[in-house]
């Protein structure tokens, strides 16, 4: 039995058991399934509203595609993914999504004698490796993009996700925009045909298989990245610039991005304009189911969210992540009032009066 196959009997049982309690006490348990993108801030973000208000949220970080499935079959209080959905995927779901912070997907190597951020490379270039055409550390099209850097001549490992995932599907639409060769042979989604390389699940996953192999690459979240003390390049954006990952170079993407209203706040932050964006940025996006059945539960949901969003920020900065700015706040919390219904046909959410805009420091 796969991982999501347990985890769905794991969740069935434990619904069943809290769906007859009477009311909801300060040991209700919210569970929720999906993204490892944003585990690390989910995680955080639940151990402090436990310790504040009493209310358990138990989150399964199980990969974008499985989070989809899972809220979609009425599993879990809420879903997960690093891709936003179309409103018609939205629709098959019976769900709505809105953004809860940004992260970005970097390259990490485990080459000797390099340093994070020494290393240039460009979307091509990297296209060219996954697609298993640059093969080596030296190759001419790395080296001209890193003139006096030694770089080894091994050759190159290349580790990608086995699982459906958000994280794939952000690098791949960075290498699509990148490289009309990887955009017609292999294109962008969560699951792809890789052409060469082996295979980590999860961020988790890849971060450790890069870590113990030589002479390999990846690409997982940032925080990842961090937490197993892995080497970044820095890598060229739209306007031509090498930038590094970070809190400045998401910031930036985030903010070079069009906040629309929309019914379903759909956005992507790959290949922001501006010399200081990063151009593999992405929000993560929490899903919500629109009918809801069980309103007490969904209510909680949202007044965890709501915490998150607002007196949580300070957490997702110090994990690296970054805050979502005043007018995605202000399109969430409406969004919000117009879409999660109670069977009588009522707003399960009333709209904040007071100002959205978070203190970030």
Do not use: C
Not at 37 to 44: E, L
Not at 88 to 113: H, S, T, Y
Not at 165 to 172: E, I, K, M, N
Request: aromatic share 10%; hydrophobic share 45%.
């Amino acid at each position: 039995m796969n991982r999501v196959a347990h985890l769905i009997l794991l969740l069935v049982a434990a619904l069943a058991l809290t769906a007859h309690r009477p009311s909801f006490a300060a040991d209700v348990v919210l569970r929720g399934a999906g993204a490892t993108f944003p585990y690390p801030i989910y995680a955080k973000w639940a151990a402090e509203y436990k310790r504040a208000t009493g209310v358990d949220i138990r989150y399964e970080a199980v990969g974008s595609g499985a989070g989809i499935d899972l809220v979609g079959h009425g599993m879990v209080d809420f879903g997960a993914s690093d891709v936003p959905l179309a409103e018609e995927e939205l629709q098959r779901a019976g769900a709505m999504q809105f953004p809860a912070v940004i992260g970005g997907v970097v390259p990490v190597m485990n080459v000797g004698g390099i340093k994070s951020g020494e290393l240039r490379l460009s979307g091509q270039v990297l296209a060219e490796i996954y697609l298993g055409k640059i093969t080596k550390w030296n190759d001419p099209a790395i080296s001209a993009l890193n003139p006096g850097l030694h770089l080894p001549s091994t050759f190159i490992t290349v580790v990608h996700r086995s699982d459906a995932s958000g994280t794939t599907f952000l690098w791949s639409e960075f290498l699509s925009r990148s490289s009309a060769e990887w955009r017609a042979k292999v294109g962008a989604d969560k699951v792809l045909a890789w052409p060469t390389g082996v295979t980590g699940a999860g961020n988790e996953g890849v971060a450790s298989s890069v870590q113990r192999t030589k002479s390999s690459i990846g690409y997982v979240e940032y925080a990842y990245a961090r937490e197993h003390n892995l080497t970044t390049a820095s890598v060229r954006n739209r306007d031509g610039a090498f930038v590094q990952p970070g809190e400045a170079s998401f910031e930036a993407a985030a903010r070079a991005a069009q906040w629309r209203r929309s019914a379903d706040l759909y956005q992507l932050l790959i290949d922001q304009a501006g010399a200081a964006s990063w151009p593999i940025a992405g929000g993560t996006f929490i899903l919500l189911r629109t009918a809801a059945d069980q309103p007490a539960r969904s209510l909680e949901v949202l007044k965890f969210f709501d915490w998150a969003l607002h007196d949580g920020q300070r957490f997702a900065i110090d994990l690296d992540y970054v805050p979502l700015p005043a007018p995605a706040l202000d399109l969430i919390d409406s969004v919000w009032a117009d879409q999660v219904r109670s069977a009588s046909g009522g707003a399960v959410w009333t709209r904040r009066a007071s100002s959205h805009r978070p203190e970030h420091r």
